[in-house]
């Protein structure tokens, strides 16, 4: 049974490009959520999605945009990249209809650089 | 909104002693709390979940938790440190919000240092 899988691993971009980041969810699960976790602090809640729509969202500008496939994976995109954007970005995956002490489970991250 | 203040920003144990992670919360209902590890350049793993059943709540490795209202305390304890407990270890609450749709929401961390 396949965890969480996330591509690529690692990603050096330039200030003011765009990126994109995806994200496979564990078998059955049909909700993702993203996390920015910069160096030395804990993750951060970007948003959610569930039935390929955004669900909940963090305090993130709209520069960081998401969406989500018929296959619950998804993708997170960062468009006009700044120094302060660099972080290990991480999916979680999740059933929507869970109890209330649900659990997320995550993925490896992809390590995010920009210069 | 729920939040986690996690009270040590580092924990430095001998192998073989008794590890303390210090976590308090607050919340405006009834908590779901979790404990994550992270190891250097890996993923989170779930080391337990508080299911507002047992308020002992033992995870995986040895570890376990308590929750106490009274205190709005969540520590983790593990009776003897071994040397693979040294990593960064986050204390977690729920945050279900308005639309229904939880969110987790992730203390600073503790990075445990563990010294043979």
């Known amino acids: 049974d396949a965890g969480v899988t996330q591509s690529p691993t690692h990603l050096i971009k330039t200030r003011g490009q765009q990126v994109t980041l995806r994200c496979s969810p564990k078998s059955g699960h049909d909700t993702v959520s993203w996390y920015q976790q910069a160096l030395g602090q804990g993750p951060q809640f970007i948003f959610q999605y569930y039935e390929e729509e955004e669900r909940q969202r963090g305090n993130f500008p709209d520069r960081f945009s998401g969406h989500q496939f018929p296959n619950y994976s998804s993708e997170l995109n960062v468009n006009a990249l700044l120094l302060g954007d660099s972080a290990l970005y991480l999916c979680?995956?999740?059933?929507?209809?869970?109890?209330?002490?649900?659990?997320?489970?995550f993925g490896p991250g992809t390590r995010l650089t920009v210069t | 909104a729920q939040s986690v203040t996690q009270l040590d920003s580092h924990v430095s144990v001998s192998e073989g002693t008794p590890v303390l992670l210090r976590c308090n919360y607050s919340?405006?209902?009834?908590?779901?709390l979790f404990w994550y590890v992270q190891h250097p350049n890996k993923g989170l793993q779930l080391l337990l979940k508080?299911?507002?059943?047992?308020?002992l709540v033992k995870g995986i490795n040895g570890f376990e938790a308590e929750f106490k209202k009274s205190e709005t305390s969540f520590h983790l304890t593990k009776p003897s440190a071994h040397m693979s407990d040294a990593a960064e270890y986050f204390c977690v609450v729920s945050d279900r919000g308005n639309t229904g749709f939880q969110k987790l929401v992730f203390g600073t961390g503790t990075r445990l240092l563990v010294s043979p």
């Open positions: 919340s405006s209902y009834s908590p779901s």
């Open positions: 508080y299911t507002s059943a047992a308020t």
């Open positions: 979680a995956s999740s059933f929507a209809s869970g109890t209330p002490s649900y659990e997320q489970y």
